[in-house]
């Protein structure tokens, strides 16, 4: 069974062709994205969604 070690070689390389691909001005937005889907990923693995944290949800408004 063979192991995948990434070294810090291999790290710059993959940064270096991420950047050529998606030039520097698009990386801070991809990384943007990335952190708001991780973000809504884990709420909602904890049961938050968007109207109960506002706190007006459904039974907020019938009141």
Do not use: C, W, Y
């Not at 990434?6 to 520097?24: D, K, P, Q, S, Y």
């Not at 698009?26 to 709420?43: N, Q, S, V």
């Amino acid at each position: 069974m063979a192991l995948l070690f990434i070294g810090t070689t291999e790290i710059i390389l993959i940064a270096l062709v991420i950047l050529l691909i998606f030039g520097g001005k698009k990386i801070p937005e991809l990384m943007r994205g990335l952190g708001k889907g991780t973000k809504a990923f884990k709420d909602g693995l904890n049961g938050k969604d968007e109207e109960t944290e506002s706190g007006k949800g459904e039974e907020g408004k019938n009141s």
